[in-house]
């Protein structure tokens, strides 16, 4: 298995709900990433897990939480979002390999928020 | 820090003709660099990474780049393109050692014309 795969394809969801992006690989990889990307733009970088803690936080609102369960899930929980938040939301996994990280990316969950 | 340009936001080609997309690194220690496609409504797929040695790199689906130190660039180039390398290409630099942050350029899309 050398994928990367994210739950839910696409996602609408109130000002006042609460979601849960997923995404899982099971490559072994010992590090995870959360990317926000909107339209045009490249992504930018939320959160990294490495070894399962949380190792990189962008300043992100709090209204992202992001949690990793074990080294080969990793959720991201969403309440009380705002209009601009609506993004397509990839998630990546990587390896060092000879010291390199090289990064797998998902094909992310593409959010709307009314 | 590390950063990267990529000097073209649009590159329009005919359909067989070779192609060029630019990318200027900028970092004070060494760095890896990589070449990343995303197709419309997909996530980032690795097309090819330079860590050392050979200054040409050869990467998937006909792409190649070269890195050039005293140029500080890693321009991507395909002899002929087909309809379907119609993406957004993006340039990215990572620094070595562990799970560093990759820096994303802004992208460039190339439009294949028939």
């Known amino acids: 298995d050398t994928e990367v795969t994210q739950t839910p394809k696409h996602l609408v969801m109130g000002m006042t709900n609460k979601k849960s992006l997923k995404c899982e690989q099971h490559?072994?990889?010992?590090?995870m990433y959360w990317y926000k990307q909107k339209a045009k733009k490249p992504p930018e970088l939320m959160f990294v897990y490495s070894y399962e803690k949380l190792s990189i936080n962008e300043s992100v609102p709090s209204r992202f939480s992001p949690e990793c369960p074990n080294s080969s899930l990793l959720n991201l929980h969403l309440h009380a979002l705002q209009p601009e938040d609506s993004a397509l939301y990839l998630c990546?996994?990587?390896?060092?390999?000879?010291?390199?990280?090289?990064?797998?990316f998902g094909p992310g969950t593409r959010l709307t928020v009314l | 820090a590390q950063s990267v340009t990529q000097l073209d936001s649009q590159v329009p080609v005919f359909e067989e003709a070779p192609v060029e997309l630019r990318c200027n690194y900028s970092?004070?220690?060494?760095?890896?660099l990589f070449w990343y496609v995303q197709y419309p409504n997909q996530g980032l797929q690795l097309l090819l990474k330079?860590?050392?040695?050979?200054?040409l790199v050869k990467g998937i689906n006909g792409f190649e780049a070269e890195f050039n130190k005293s140029q500080t660039s890693f321009h991507l180039r395909k002899p002929s393109v087909h309809i379907s390398d119609t993406a957004e290409y993006f340039c990215?630099?990572?620094?070595?050692?562990?799970?560093?942050?990759?820096?994303f350029g802004t992208g460039t899309k190339l439009q294949v014309i028939p």
């Open positions: 990215a630099v990572s620094g070595s050692g562990g799970y560093q942050k990759v820096t």
């Open positions: 330079y860590l050392s040695g050979s200054t």
């Open positions: 970092s004070s220690v060494s760095v890896y």
């Open positions: 490559m072994g990889h010992r590090a």
């Open positions: 990546a996994s990587s390896v060092l390999l000879a010291g390199i990280n090289e990064q797998f």
